[in-house]
Each structure stands twice: as structure tokens, then as C-alpha cells.
């Protein structure tokens, strides 16, 4: 398939009914095993349920909020080609790096996506925001360490791109492919996404299409 035929893969997979549908608080609670996974981690306050939003054509898909630390258990959102013909779910995980959130919970938060990385066959790849404005921080650091340990294929993308001047677009790709080049688990192509101007959300279905055929070849 050429590339232009996967744009296009993913605009009309995007295209379907995609709905909430499980809420998981512990990974002894997780759905039934069904279509191949997709799952999103990042900061607190990057962007993620923006970018779930713009990414599937809804405006409250996933809920936006000011307030950082909201989304506190694994979100399952199920994408269908028709009703009833499940082609992938998407997962929106915890938002991390948010200190104001006390330590039992971040405990907590942190063994659920831990458990989740390391058990769920299901899961094809994370994709991992980071705050293009800022680049790759310690904490970010800690969760590309959790998921090469786990063995999980993750992709990274920037996040709030439209705010970068061309030079700042340029030293923050090229500090993240530094922090990104030995590290076993990274594909080693970065996305660049606004969720305001739709920058690249084209870019990441097509990822996301690119990597279904691959699962299914």
C-alpha cells in the first residue's frame, strides 16, 4: 500500500463511530481482549485529550480540562468501521509528571500503567506526547525508561507545535531524536501535531493506519 493510500486508510478509519466504553482503575479490571490497541501517555496538561478529540473528528470525545491529573484510570474507546465491527481501541492513560497529586495516588497510577504495559498482548504501540514547547523532560524520561523495560513499541509526538517559531521547531527535533536514539523500544520517526490548527493529525492516522496493516499482514 502507498503512502497516499494510507493517508487515506486513515481518514476513513477515523471516519467510523468511536465510542467510551470501558474504564479500567486496576489492571484486574481490564476489558476483554478484542481488536488491537492503541495507547496514549503523556504529561499532565499536554494536550492528550485535545489530540484524541481532533484526532477522532469529536469535540468531547475525551474530556479537556485546566485542571492537571483528571484522567486517573485507563480510558477505552472503541473504533469501528460500522456498529458493531470493532477495528482498534484507543487507550487514554494517566497523565503523569504532575506533582501536586499526592503519593499514594501516583503509586497507584503508576503500577496500573506498569501492570498495563507489561501484561496487555493487545497493545500495538504507545504513542507519547511531549509539550513541543519544552521537549523531552525527567519525567517524560522516566516513561520512555518504563517502556523500553516493558518491551512496548512507542512512538513520540510533539505536541503544540503551531507555537514553535522554525528555529525552536528545529532544536526541539533534533534534541528529541538524540534522546530517543538508543533507546531499544522508540520507532524512529517523530509526529508533529496541534490539535488547534490540525497540524499533522492527518500524519498520525496515517501512522496509526500504517501500523494496523502491518499488525495484520
Known sequence: MTESNFLEEGRLLFAGPCDFFFASASSNDLPSPGAPEIAFAGRSNVGKSSLLNALTNRKSLAR???????TQQLNFF???KNTGDERIRLVDMPGYGYAAVGKEKIANWSKLM??????RAELARVYVLIDGRRGVKPPDEE???LLDQSAVSYQVILTKYDELTTIDRNR?????MIALAKRPAAYPEIIFTSSQSGEGIGALRESIARLLNEISA
Open 172 to 176: 526541539v527535533v533534533e534534541a528529541t
Open 143 to 145: 516513561m520512555l525508561d
Open 64 to 70: 479537556v480540562s485546566n485542571t492537571p491529573g483528571r
Open 78 to 80: 472503541s473504533l469501528s
Open 114 to 119: 506498569r501492570d498495563y504495559l507489561r501484561g
